[in-house]
């Protein structure tokens, strides 16, 4: 899934910390869902797109 979105462009509209977002990314966190449903509302898809495997 790409929105053309840096990762500083990313954490801005989600309002997260760009390490969060980098640790999410490479695996190495679990995404609370407050982050995903922020994420989410930051790149325009349905919570579901983000979690769908």
Not at 12 to 30: H, N, Y
């Amino acid at each position: 899934m790409r929105a053309n979105l840096t990762q500083l462009d990313l954490v801005d509209r989600a309002g997260i910390d760009r390490i969060t977002l980098q640790r999410i990314e490479a695996g190495t966190t679990d995404a609370r869902l407050s982050w995903l449903l922020r994420i989410a509302g930051a790149i325009g898809v349905p919570l579901a797109d983000l979690v769908r495997e």
